[in-house]
């Protein structure tokens, strides 16, 4: 059975950092395209930093830039968003998707819906 499943959200400090996963069962990740997106309350599901295979220069919404990393463990499935500075604008639920796709890192974040989608994990940020 495909699935993703999100870990690693919690309560932060602003200027706070988080590292989310996103494991893979059920396929393997590699070559896809895959994306964190998340949704704030009372806003729609935003694409926020998005991955292909091995290739460099992953796709990054303007409002991340510098701030959050996406990389890819082939290893182990797991992608991984490395967030740092968080601000709480940053509050959000954190989803990651896949579409088993190879599509451009930039129509993968700033297109939807997609097929496959993870339950989601909780990141708030506040003093």
């Known amino acids: 059975q495909l699935q993703l499943v999100e870990s690693g959200g919690g309560l932060v400090q602003p200027g706070g950092s988080l590292r989310l996963s996103c494991a893979a069962s059920g396929f393997r990740l590699d070559p896809y395209t895959i994306g964190w997106f998340r949704q704030a309350p009372g806003k729609e599901r935003e694409g926020v930093a998005c991955i292909r295979g091995s290739i460099a220069n992953p796709y990054y919404a303007d409002d991340v830039k510098g701030r959050f990393t996406i990389t890819r463990d082939n290893a182990k499935n797991t992608v991984y968003l490395e967030m740092n500075s968080l601000k709480p604008e940053d509050t959000a639920i954190y989803y990651c998707?896949?579409?088993?796709?190879?599509?451009?890192?930039?129509?993968?974040?700033?297109?939807?819906?997609?097929?496959?989608w993870g339950q989601g994990t909780q990141v708030n940020v506040s003093s």
């Open positions: 998707a896949t579409d088993l796709g190879i599509q451009l890192v930039q129509t993968m974040c700033l297109t939807k819906p997609h097929k496959y």
